[in-house]
């Protein structure tokens, strides 16, 4: 059974459909990406995924572990495993980053059962991770995403990820706004998660971020549907020819 | 349920012990109804009151009844009549809920939330027959306070109820009550001179340093000082204290008007740092049966180099209507004002302070936080004054206010009088609501919507909630959660 299957998966925005029957699978271990055109539906997909207010799913399914998820509210996804690793991600004055990573990893700690951390316990769990990701103490103890710069945002982000230890992660154009050398740091992160029982959906406009994070499987996103399935090649063979094709035949 | 039991036990032992310990019966004596030259007599009998006390709540009483009630407020209430109060030991109505069983459920289930040990939870809820005072808080507050109590004397400090103290010494209380918030003042605090029954005094001597955190929970029958409270807080040169007020359980009382009087005097070097928690019960979700929170809060801060620091957390009461303020007359002293008040459901709040800029170089700085939800109403109603010979005088004043939903208000009615032209007075504002991509991303890392607002709301109110007592922070924290249950979703 695929960790995550999508099937003929139909969505509104606005009253506006922008998901016309896209069909996806991820089997567990597997790292998938989604590339297309600006206005293909890319963030759309993450956020149908994750269950965000205003995206409307009226005709499909959203198969995660076999059982859809198309009525489970956000928190209960994120509680499951479901991550969101956002493009833009949000700033939340006066809390501090430490403080609200111990919130959600106590809270989905206490989903699956297992026990939360105090305060000092936890200082100890995020350092561990932290360092990789060339975060320091500092960084943890300023507001969440208050005053971070494009690079920062993305690393708290894989932080998250890592504390959290999803089993489905989706990674929202993370890649954007960041500069060589964030990028190498960034998708270290992203490829030290990489794990038998975990799945993975890079969705990217560009085929850069597939230099350093080699996926599985390469899919094209056109007009609200997948059009395109292929290996890592596919993404060189987008970058030389661009999206013109898929624009032109479905139009 | 096993903890609750347990609970049960440990409160009953220490009942038992309490009853042959501490408490002395109470006669049951009460005036009648309504409000007359003659009641007050008999409140001030009763107290074995000098006559110089007596004087004083008659010349008040004459004042109040020249006076109108005032209506310019933002939240309008029903008349209400003076006439048909009791002032003097309230008989036990048959109002009163006779068990738990009677007590809005919403209400039990923040006791539960917050810990509270079954038999407290009858006292808070005013239930008939609860013993007279809150066993639990109380009795280790008892031995907290004996153990203390020894060191506060050795060290000069005076600590007890405002009837005490106008006995045991009258020089202190006679040259300070009234001196900060004089008996016609305003018709509430008119009011509550003439027909105070109870409250607290505080007398820090010349130098001291208060050693520990002074708390109403400390003294014995605080909760009998009834809806007309009257708290005096003197810090004498040099000297400092800490006074926390309130608690975070809502409480209920069959008073629905309490206009309570706070008076603050810091003489020259001194300090004093008054914090509040109010969470009177706010009423059911329309606000049926809350209170009515009418309190006159004012320091002076006399002394050069003095400071009054004031911190607030409102969540409770139907409507709230306070302004604690300081009276900058020493130079170089210093005003602040810390505020979080966070309305819910039908809760209405006038609140805010005035910063009266008289010595040189005096300095004020207030930062409110507003939090509106569910039909709620808030208005920030604030008076910073910069006198003629405030030299240098400086202000900061913050005020943001966080809408929760689409049916709450928040309103921010600054005054600035600068009559002094080298004053420096600062005003910001921001109004702003729980953004729907704040509380989604809160959601996607897995907490519950409700989680999630008391997250944000308290990270919000981090600058004020910062500046309590730090067992006083912890508790303000969970308080500020459960005061918005409900409020999103």
Redesign the interface.
């Known amino acids: 059974m695929p960790l995550l299957e999508i099937r003929n998966l139909h969505a509104n925005v606005d009253g506006k459909e922008i998901l016309k029957g896209l069909d996806l699978s991820i089997d567990a271990g597997e790292v998938h990406a989604i590339m297309g055109p600006n206005g293909s539906g890319k963030s759309t997909l993450s956020y149908v995924l994750t269950g965000r207010d205003g995206y409307e799913v009226t005709e499909g399914e959203i198969l995660f572990d076999g059982r859809d998820v198309v009525e489970m509210d956000p928190d209960e996804r994120a509680r499951e495993g479901v991550f969101l690793a956002f493009q833009y991600p949000v700033e939340i004055p006066g809390v501090t980053s430490m403080t609200f990573l111990r919130t959600a990893v106590n809270a989905v700690r206490e989903h699956r059962g297992e026990p939360t951390f105090d305060p000092m316990d936890f200082v100890k769990y995020v350092r561990e991770r932290a360092t990789d990701l060339n975060i320091s103490d500092e960084m943890l103890k300023r507001a969440v995403n208050v005053g971070f710069s494009g690079g920062e945002k993305k690393r708290m982000e894989m932080l998250q990820m890592a504390a959290l230890e999803p089993r489905v992660a989706i990674l929202d154009e993370t890649d954007s706004g960041l500069d060589i050398d964030a990028l190498k740091v960034v998708a270290d992160g992203v490829n030290a998660m990489r794990d038998p029982a975990r799945g993975m959906l890079l969705i990217t406009h560009y085929q850069r971020l597939l230099d350093y994070i080699v996926p599985d499987h390469v899919h094209v996103l056109a007009q609200g549907r997948i059009v395109k399935s292929g290996d890592k090649s596919l993404a060189l063979e987008l970058e030389e020819k661009g999206y013109a094709e898929f624009l032109e035949n479905a139009a | 349920m096993a903890a609750n039991s347990e609970a049960i036990e440990q409160v009953r032992s220490i009942g038992e012990q309490y009853k042959y310990g501490f408490v002395t019966d109470i006669d049951i004596e009460f005036a009648p109804k309504g409000l007359n030259e003659d009641i007050i007599r008999l409140i001030s009998e009763k107290k074995e009151e000098p006559e110089w006390m007596l004087e004083w709540r008659l010349k008040a009483y004459a004042h109040w009844l020249t006076m109108e009630e005032p209506t310019w407020q933002k939240p309008q209430y029903p008349a209400i009549d003076y006439q048909d109060s009791y002032y003097y030991a309230a008989p036990k109505t048959s109002e009163k809920p006779k068990s738990l069983d009677e007590v809005d459920p919403k209400l039990l289930e923040t006791y539960e939330k917050l810990g509270i040990p079954l038999r407290e939870q009858e006292v808070l809820a005013g239930v008939e027959g609860a013993p007279a005072v809150a066993v639990d808080a109380v009795f280790d507050s008892v031995s907290v306070a004996t153990t203390y109590k020894a060191k506060l004397e050795e060290q000069g400090i005076v600590f007890g109820s405002i009837s005490e103290a106008i006995k045991t010494h009258p020089e202190l209380v006679r040259k300070y009550l009234g001196s900060v918030v004089p008996h016609g003042d305003n018709f509430f605090a008119a009011l509550n001179a003439a027909v105070f029954t109870d409250g607290s005094f505080v007398y820090i001597p010349k130098g001291v340093h208060c050693p520990m955190e002074l708390s109403t929970y400390f003294r014995i029958n605080a909760e009998n000082t009834g809806q007309f409270e009257r708290t005096l807080i003197v810090a004498d040169e040099g000297s400092y204290v800490s006074y926390l007020e309130g608690c975070t359980a809502p409480q209920r009382d069959e008073n629905q008007l309490h206009a309570a009087v706070v008076e603050l005097v810091a003489l020259d070097d001194a300090e004093i740092k008054y914090s509040t928690v109010q969470n009177w019960y706010p009423g059911d979700e329309d606000g049926k049966g809350g209170i009515y929170n009418f309190v006159t809060k004012r320091a002076a801060c006399r002394g050069k180099n003095s400071k009054v620091s004031w911190t607030q957390v409102e969540t409770g009461s139907a409507i709230t209507w306070k302004y604690p303020s300081c009276i900058l007359q020493g130079d170089n002293s210093v005003g602040e004002f810390y505020s979080v008040a966070i309305t819910n459901n039908a809760q209405l709040a006038d609140t805010g302070t005035k910063m009266i800029h008289i010595g040189k170089n005096t300095r004020s700085k207030i930062i409110s936080k507003g939090i509106s939800a569910g039909k709620a109403d808030q208005t920030y109603r604030g008076l910073v004054r910069v006198q003629r010979g405030a030299k240098g005088a400086r202000n900061y004043t913050q005020c943001d206010s966080l809408l929760i939903g689409d049916k709450c208000g928040a309103h921010t009615i600054p005054y600035i009088e600068s009559q002094n032209p080298s004053a420096q007075v600062e005003h910001e504002a921001t109004t702003s609501r729980i ?4 509380l ?10 409700e ?2 607002v008391a ?2 709301v ?6 004020v909630l910062q500046t309590l007592p730090m067992e006083f922070a912890v508790e303000a924290q969970k308080l500020v959660g459960i005061s918005l249950e409900g409020s999103v979703g």
């Open positions: 953004g729907e991509d704040q989604f991303y809160c959601q996607q890392r897995g907490m519950e919507d989680e999630a997250l944000i308290n990270g919000f109110c981090k600058e």
